[in-house]
Every structure is written in C-alpha cells, then in structure tokens.
C-alpha cells in the first residue's frame, strides 16, 4: 500500500540473488511514487499463469517462439486490461487507463523447461521526438505563427488511432467514425459553395440529408459527378457490402460503418 508521505529508499547490495531477476530491487517506503510523477499508481511487477498447449517443437523454432511469444504477451495484456476495467466500474475512477502493452522480463513454459529471460517482448517506448526533419520543423513553425486551423478530422483520427494502441476499440470506432461525418459535411459544404448554393440551401439540403448513409450514397455522387463504385470497385467491395438476412430470422443486422478517409470519395 502507498501512502502520500516521505519517501525513503533502501538500496539493494550486490551481488544481488539470482532469484531476484536481472534488476536491483530497491526497497524502502513509497518506492512506487518516486517512478509515478502523474500521481496514477500502476502496477510494479505482475506474476501469470496461463494453461498453454504449445509442443516442444513449436517453442524451440524461431517463428513458432516468436508465435508464442507474441501470443502470451496479447493474453496478458487482454487479462490485465480486464482486470483495470472491472476496477474503473466499480471505484468509479475515470483516471485509470486500459494499458497498451506490458514491460515483460521472463517468459517460462514449465510443461517443457523452456524460457525466454531477459527481454522486453512488444515492449517500445514513444515520445514526442524533437530533432525532426527540416520540413517538419518548418510546417511547425508555420502553423503556430499563422494561428491556422488544425481540420477536427485529422485529430480524431490521431485519437482513433491511440486508442487503438491502447486496446479501447470502441472508443476508437466512434472517433473514427465521427471524423468520418466531420471530413464528411466539410467536403459537401465546399463543394456546393464552389457550384453557387446560397448559404440557406446548403444548410437546408444537409439538414434534408443528415444520415451519413445517405450523403455517401446520394449527395456525394450528385455533386461531384463520380462514385465510387465505378472508380475504384476493389475499394467498394471491400468496405461496403449486402447484408442478407434470412426471412424467418429475428436477427436485426448490424450497421456498417465505412471507416476509410472520406478523400477517396
């Protein structure tokens, strides 16, 4: 337990035990906070065990190893993230996060007397790098002098995709979806005021025409005169699809969502 107080470190001796793991262990009170800055106290070190059904021969291959690896490491985040989810409900604690991966030091298969020691599988660390290229640098400055409007889109993709890395799909699906009717509405709204609509016939055309369904379908096609069903029909028939549902069936199917960057319109 962590208690907002002094802090007070014990260091370890060395040699250190070997069952201690390749890292000094310190010891003290309030160790934790001192590697916790925000305030948000996560987890030191987690022990699991899994049933596996991996053969000897799998292991010791490359990509049967790497395989497994990979896939212990998916079910051990996916545990983890359970376990942080069922603790925000019921404390009620919006602070905590889900985790996007996990620092992993020791792999061990027990059936086999086989491990992997040492190393941080799938674990990366990402910052925001200073030393960027010349044209980046410049675009930077540009935009901060200029005061120039960031597009909402190009945002809520950014959050789509972080919530991707964070295992938070759902969130990730409404902020790519949302941008989608963003990007949306703003390829319409020029487009009309380039072909002369006066300002009350756009609003009362795309309040007409508000599902997203429809702007694709119709109002897309009708001003910029292509579609793309004819341009690109590999495209459409990935993303866009007849759902057949059987008559007796009380099944009600669900709405597909198209998720692509609306510039390939």
């Given at each position: 337990?962590?208690?907002?107080?002094?802090?007070?470190?014990?260091?370890?001796?060395?040699p250190?035990?070997?069952?201690?793991?390749?890292?000094?262990?310190?010891?003290?009170?309030?160790?934790?906070?001192?590697?916790?800055?925000?305030?948000?106290?996560?987890?030191?070190?987690?022990?699991?065990?899994?049933?596996?059904?991996?053969?000897?021969?799998?292991?010791?291959?490359?990509?049967?190893?790497?395989?497994?690896?990979?896939?212990?490491?998916?079910?051990?985040?996916?545990?983890l993230?359970?376990?942080?989810?069922?603790?925000?409900?019921?404390?009620?604690?919006?602070?905590?996060?889900?985790?996007?991966?996990?620092?992993?030091?020791?792999?061990?298969?027990?059936?086999?007397?086989?491990?992997?020691?040492?190393?941080?599988?799938?674990?990366?660390?990402?910052?925001?790098?200073?030393?960027?290229?010349?044209?980046?640098?410049?675009?930077?400055?540009?935009?901060a002098?200029?005061?120039?409007?960031?597009?909402?889109?190009?945002?809520?993709?950014?959050?789509?995709?972080?919530?991707?890395?964070s295992?938070?799909?759902?969130?990730?699906?409404?902020?790519?979806?949302?941008?989608?009717?963003?990007?949306?509405?703003?390829?319409?709204?020029?487009?009309?005021?380039?072909?002369?609509?006066?300002?009350?016939?756009?609003?009362?055309?795309l309040?007409?025409?508000?599902?997203?369904?429809?702007?694709?379908?119709?109002?897309?096609?009708?001003?910029?005169?292509?579609?793309?069903?004819?341009?690109?029909?590999?495209?459409?028939?990935?993303?866009?699809?007849?759902?057949?549902?059987?008559?007796?069936?009380?099944f009600?199917?669900?709405?597909?969502?198209t998720?692509?960057?609306?510039?390939?319109?």
């Open positions: 337990m962590l208690y907002h107080n002094n802090t007070s470190i014990k260091t370890p001796n060395f250190t035990e070997p069952n201690l793991g390749p890292e000094p262990i310190c010891t003290g009170t309030n160790v934790e906070a001192l590697k916790d800055k925000a305030g948000l106290y996560r987890y030191s070190l987690v022990w699991m065990f899994f049933d596996t059904a991996y053969t000897r021969e799998t292991l010791t291959s490359e990509v049967g190893g790497q395989s497994a690896r990979s896939e212990m490491i998916a079910r051990a985040v996916a545990a993230n359970r376990f942080v989810d069922i603790y925000r409900v019921v404390t009620d604690s919006a602070h905590i996060q889900r985790l996007s991966g996990v620092h992993v030091r020791d792999m061990f298969f027990q059936e086999h007397n086989i491990g992997f020691h040492g190393a941080a599988f799938g674990h990366g660390i990402g910052t925001a790098i200073m030393n960027r290229s010349g044209a980046e640098l410049n675009e930077i400055a540009s935009k002098a200029t005061g120039e409007e960031i597009p909402p889109w190009d945002l809520l993709f950014l959050d789509a995709e972080a919530s991707l890395e295992n938070a799909f759902t969130l990730a699906v409404v902020n790519v979806f949302q941008a989608l009717e963003l990007r949306l509405e703003d390829f319409l709204e020029k487009k009309m005021t380039a072909q002369g609509f006066a300002v009350a016939d756009i609003e009362e055309r309040g007409r025409t508000w599902r997203t369904k429809e702007r694709l379908k119709d109002l897309v096609p009708s001003l910029s005169g292509r579609r793309v069903i004819d341009d690109d029909p590999k495209l459409w028939d990935r993303f866009c699809w007849p759902t057949t549902i059987s008559a007796t069936s009380s009600t199917p669900p709405v597909i969502w998720t692509t960057r609306p510039n390939v319109l």
